[in-house]
């Protein structure tokens, strides 16, 4: 059984960072962030398998986003740099990726949080 809570939502203003926190309870071998807005599917941000943290993206935050975990792996972390107003959603944690399609595909995860806000003001 795993839960999933997540934190280190806000408001910042455009081009400032944020840095989510996503705290997990019970064993995980894949962990990701999605994000959604009212209205639109959940989309993936970025990906990683736990064993060894190889870090996967979405075209539209590479170079912006770092995802990443701590040293005992029951933390996962989402660093956003250069926020933009299209970034404002729902951020939420999810883990344990089922295969059968790309790690980004929101359907093929096994637990989620409840999310956790982020709005970028212009």
């Known amino acids: 059984q795993v839960q999933l809570v997540e934190s280190g939502g806000g408001s910042v203003q455009a081009g400032g960072s944020l840095r989510l926190s996503c705290a997990a309870s019970?064993?995980?071998?894949?962990m990701a962030w999605f994000r959604q807005t009212p209205g639109k599917e959940r989309e993936g941000v970025a990906a990683?398998?736990?064993?060894?943290?190889?870090?996967y993206y979405a075209d539209s935050v590479k170079g912006r986003f770092t995802i990443s975990q701590d040293s005992a792996r029951n933390t996962l972390y989402l660093q956003m740099n250069s926020l933009k107003p299209e970034d404002t959603a729902m951020y939420y944690c999810?883990?344990?990726?089922?295969?059968?399609?790309?790690?980004?595909?929101?359907?093929?995860?096994?637990?989620w949080g409840q999310g956790t806000q982020v709005t970028v003001s212009s």
């Open positions: 999810a883990a344990d990726f089922r295969t059968g399609g790309s790690l980004l595909s929101a359907g093929l995860w096994n637990y």
């Open positions: 990683l398998y736990t064993t060894d943290g190889s870090p």
């Open positions: 019970g064993y995980t071998t894949s």
